[in-house]
């Protein structure tokens, strides 16, 4: 399965390029014109989700604060195996 995916500006170059090189679709922030531009999370996602791609990023606790869910996501099945707090 391939996925469309916003690239946070927290991402490294390296990781997008895996990504793309294995099929996914990722606009970066900088593809984007949003590069270092502070914009609120809030405006991050409601780009990504406006374009139909989910946001991936490392800013994991703003993103699940402004979803208002807890970790871990009651609708996940995966877990996460003693990684995250």
């Not at 690239?7 to 990781?15: G, K």
């Not at 991050?44 to 490392?58: F, Q, S």
Request: charge should be positive; aromatic fraction near 8%; charged fraction near 20%.
């Amino acid at each position: 399965m391939l996925f469309r995916l916003y690239a946070n500006e927290n991402l490294t170059f390296e990781l997008v390029e895996t990504l793309r090189q294995r099929g996914h679709d990722v606009l970066t922030s900088l593809d984007a014109g949003n590069a270092n531009q502070r914009i609120p999370d809030a405006q991050v996602l409601k780009t990504a989700t406006a374009d139909n791609r989910a946001v991936i990023t490392l800013n994991r606790d703003d993103f699940l604060m402004l979803r208002g869910l807890r970790w871990p996501c009651p609708h996940s099945q995966w877990k996460p195996n003693g990684l995250w707090p």
